[in-house]
């Protein structure tokens, strides 16, 4: 039912029956495994625990039941152990190596890397979302990636509506539709998509754009305040689809800052207080945290200074390209999400080469530096214009020192790769 609900919002490829009117999922039976399969887990999981306590008891052991009540000191151990294991990977993520673009990407599609693999993958991961060196702190903060994520959310509540159907139904940014148009495009079955837009519809029908604008603007609000009273209401009305979409659950009597308070927490962000007036008839005023606004201010600058960074890199090497440009608020999963040319060129019908093709290209472009000029030419000359582009691109991430020394070798080296056909006699 959540599924279906949140689908519903967004009104993508749901199919509708004609004789009732009623949404449901495009694909019936694909909703209808997946349900099976999740109940078939948590009923296994549960047959695990029994069997695990089964055997246990065989074993000679003896099971208390611990609880808050029961057995306070228990708890504390338990706690303490999990926050050493927890700094213990903080601790080794901050440590491990420093690993490229490329070979992140690459290992992606492994089936299984090594503990210090996982470690320098999440290092890089935390660089690259933050733009800012990667201490045991903020491997902490980030909390497995739902910092940046809250983040991303922030963004896109920031931005305007794209535009209003009617003067009343508000379209959701580009950052944000383009995102859930890509998974609709790649994702066949609904329990996959991420459903943003729902996401950003919700919280700006509650007002939550407005307010958060005026709050960022370095405003406090009082608990009285008429859009956080008209945003309460609105929140009691659709209790069941913020239930369903934003994951909390309305009160029948919520406190505006208390709900206020949770959508901001879910975007980053925390309120903080001063109190106003004489003794006996003090005011609270709310405002957003500086610490918490200021870090995600600059987690903000990093990710748009990056796509512009990506973008004005793609357009000066390969000006004739069309370039894409990714959702601002979201971490594409397309290799080709730093920009790619999707103008169809003559003998590809416009279809670009996978990521495993770009990656073999560069192998086989730097394997052949060291046997000469002729070498490079000769794979040159078996790749199309736009493979060449890519592939050098890529060369640039994964080792740019040794495409620095072969644009020296070669001055007309960027030259060539624009040419449709290359010479076959010498550079």
Not at 36 to 47: P, V
Not at 110 to 137: A, Q
Not at 309 to 335: C, G, R
Not at 352 to 380: C, D, T
Request: proline fraction near 5%; hydrophobic fraction near 40%.
């Amino acid at each position: 039912e959540q599924l279906l609900q949140t689908n519903e919002v967004t009104a993508f490829l749901l199919r509708i029956d004609r004789e009732t009117g009623k949404r449901g999922a495009e694909k019936d039976w694909a909703l209808e495994a997946y349900c099976k399969i999740k109940s078939a887990r948590h009923q296994s999981i549960n047959n695990l625990r029994t069997d695990l306590r089964e055997l246990l008891k065989q074993m000679g052991n003896e099971i208390v039941p611990v609880g808050d009540e029961n057995d306070a000191p228990a708890w504390e151990l338990l706690k303490a152990a999990s926050d050493s294991l927890d700094s213990a990977h903080h601790q080794a993520v901050a440590r491990a190596n420093n690993i490229s673009k490329s070979e992140y990407r690459a290992r992606q599609s492994k089936d299984y890397l090594s503990p210090e693999e996982v470690y320098e993958c999440e290092k890089f991961r935390i660089w690259d979302s933050y733009g800012m060196e990667v201490t045991p702190e903020l491997v902490e903060q980030d909390n497995g990636g739902r910092l940046v994520s809250a983040i991303a959310a922030l963004e896109a509540i920031l931005s305007p509506p794209e535009s209003t159907i009617d003067d009343k139904y508000p379209t959701p940014p580009a950052i944000v539709a383009n995102k859930d148009r890509a998974e609709r495009d790649n994702l066949p079955f609904c329990m996959d998509w991420g459903n943003y837009s729902a996401r950003w519809l919700a919280r700006f029908n509650l007002g939550l754009h407005h307010i958060l604008t005026r709050l960022v603007a370095g405003e406090e609000v009082r608990a009285d305040d008429q859009q956080l009273l008209k945003m309460t209401a609105i929140a009691v009305d659709c209790a069941a689809h913020i239930k369903a979409i934003l994951g909390f659950t309305i009160p029948p009597d919520p406190k505006p800052i208390w709900l206020l308070g949770i959508l901001l927490d879910q975007l980053g962000l925390k309120l903080t207080y001063r109190k106003q007036g004489p003794r006996g008839q003090q005011v609270k005023l709310f405002s957003l945290s500086k610490k918490e606004l200021e870090f995600a201010q600059q987690v903000i600058a990093h990710r748009i200074a990056k796509r512009a960074a990506n973008q004005e890199q793609y357009q000066l090497t390969h000006p004739e390209a069309v370039v894409f440009t990714p959702p601002q608020n979201v971490i594409v999963n397309s290799p080709f999400s730093e920009g790619a040319n999707t103008a169809s060129e003559p003998g590809n019908q416009g279809e670009l080469p996978s990521k495993n093709v770009i990656l073999h290209g560069v192998e086989m472009l730097r394997s052949s530096i060291s046997s000469g000029l002729e070498a490079v030419k000769g794979i040159l000359r078996r790749w199309d214009r736009d493979l060449r582009w890519l592939v050098v691109l890529e060369f640039e991430d994964v080792a740019e020192e040794e495409l620095r020394s072969l644009e020296q070798l070669v001055p007309e080296f960027y030259s060539l790769l624009s040419e449709d056909v290359l010479p076959m006699e010498g550079f």
